[in-house]
């Protein structure tokens, strides 16, 4: 048995990954990779993946869910473009690779873009909380969760502008007010599903009034809003085990269960860093991400046996992003906490005959 902590793709329910492998097999007699995304019985999969989306997340009226291939990567260029209104101007909030990443596309496509909040100056260790922002704006954005450094907004981001952001690393991972946003987006491997798809869940007020001169048709949401994801080939093994998955976090409870074990699964794991004489957390307490949980070795020079031991414990996945290095830990929904319980032991034992 393997604890898999990558940071995406990443670990989802056995039984999603044995239903799924069902599905290639045999999909209502032919294999799911084989039929028409057209065809009666996929169009229902597309459909209960939207409404689970959904019921998941409470979407209130007025929005609608859609998915789109390019991952989040695409996603930033897509948000950039249908946001963009006369203003042709953009807040946008620096904490890390993927927000500079959105901040790079969003230039790219001719918006002026002010970032009026940066962690930059310490290495994204933190989350910016002192800021004026912006009001000429058409739109703010921010990513909720850093998933290579580990740091997470608190709370969503207050303003009268547009709101946007890149929940990629921490969607479904905990309860959010969805009436706050004009556009979500998020790629699926990170909690949501298999590579493949990206979910966007757009306010329809805002669709159909972009400024951008370019546009292509596959990077409208309006197109793919009234094509309900099928204004060509979707993802199809992507959004079927999406599916999947939504269903079993709704059977288990929702969202506001998996917060709960989110939360405790992150308690476990940074009670241990902080009190564990031989490791520290890198990124400022208050900040720190439910979902991507790093930290550093104290002794450098140990370095390998700690990696040597962990392997041995089963663990896969704890090696910090090559950008950052030391440990992180992803402890997305279907990671068990029993796993969190076995990293921790490695972690005591390690420091019982090293320390
Ligand atoms: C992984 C990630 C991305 C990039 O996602 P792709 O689907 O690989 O393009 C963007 N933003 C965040 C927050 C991420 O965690």
Redesign the pocket.
């Known amino acids: 048995m393997k604890h898999n902590f990558g940071?995406?793709p990443c670990i989802l329910p056995q039984n999603v990954f044995k239903q799924a492998a069902d599905a290639v097999i045999d999909f209502n007699g032919l294999s799911l990779l084989e039929v028409s995304h057209r065809s009666g019985d996929f169009v229902k999969v597309m459909d209960e993946a939207q409404d689970l989306v959904k019921k998941a997340l409470n979407v209130p009226s007025g929005y609608s869910v859609v998915f789109l291939q390019?991952?989040?990567?695409?996603?930033?260029t897509i948000a950039a473009l249908n946001m963009m209104r006369d203003k042709k101007k953009a807040g946008y909030i620096n904490t890390g690779t993927?927000a500079k990443?959105?901040i790079k596309e969003a230039k790219a496509v001719g918006t002026d873009v002010n970032v009026f909040a940066t962690s930059e100056d310490k290495n994204f260790s933190y989350i910016p909380k002192n800021y004026s922002m912006p009001m000429d704006v058409d739109y703010i954005h921010y990513?909720?969760?850093?998933?290579?450094v580990g740091t997470q907004f608190k709370s969503i981001v207050e303003t009268n502008s547009p709101l946007v952001c890149?929940?990629?690393?921490d969607i479904f991972s905990q309860v959010i007010d969805v009436s706050k946003f004009d556009l979500i987006y998020?790629?699926?491997?990170?909690n949501l599903g298999p590579?493949g798809a990206?979910l966007y869940i757009v306010k329809d007020e805002i669709l159909g009034k972009s400024t951008s001169a370019f546009m292509p048709s596959y990077l409208n949401l309006k197109n793919h809003v009234e094509k309900e994801s099928m204004l060509n080939t979707p993802p199809v093994f992507s959004v079927y085990t999406s599916m999947l998955n939504l269903r079993d976090l709704i059977a288990n409870g929702g969202v506001p269960a998996a917060e709960k074990k989110n939360i405790a699964k992150a308690a476990l794991l940074y009670n241990e860093i902080d009190s564990n004489p031989l490791f520290n957390g890198p990124v400022a307490v208050e900040d720190r991400s439910l979902m991507n949980v790093t930290f550093l070795l104290n002794k450098e020079e140990l370095a390998s046996e700690f990696d040597q031991i962990w392997k041995a414990a089963g663990i896969v996945g704890l090696a910090g992003h090559r950008s950052v290095g030391g440990y992180r830990a992803s402890l997305y929904n279907a990671l068990p906490i029993e796993s969190v319980q076995v990293l921790v032991d490695t972690m005591k034992e390690f420091t019982r005959t090293k320390g």
């Open positions: 940071a995406g390019g991952g989040a990567s695409l996603g930033f993927w990443g959105a990513t909720s969760n850093n998933t290579i890149d929940m990629s690393s998020a790629g699926a491997q990170k590579a990206t």
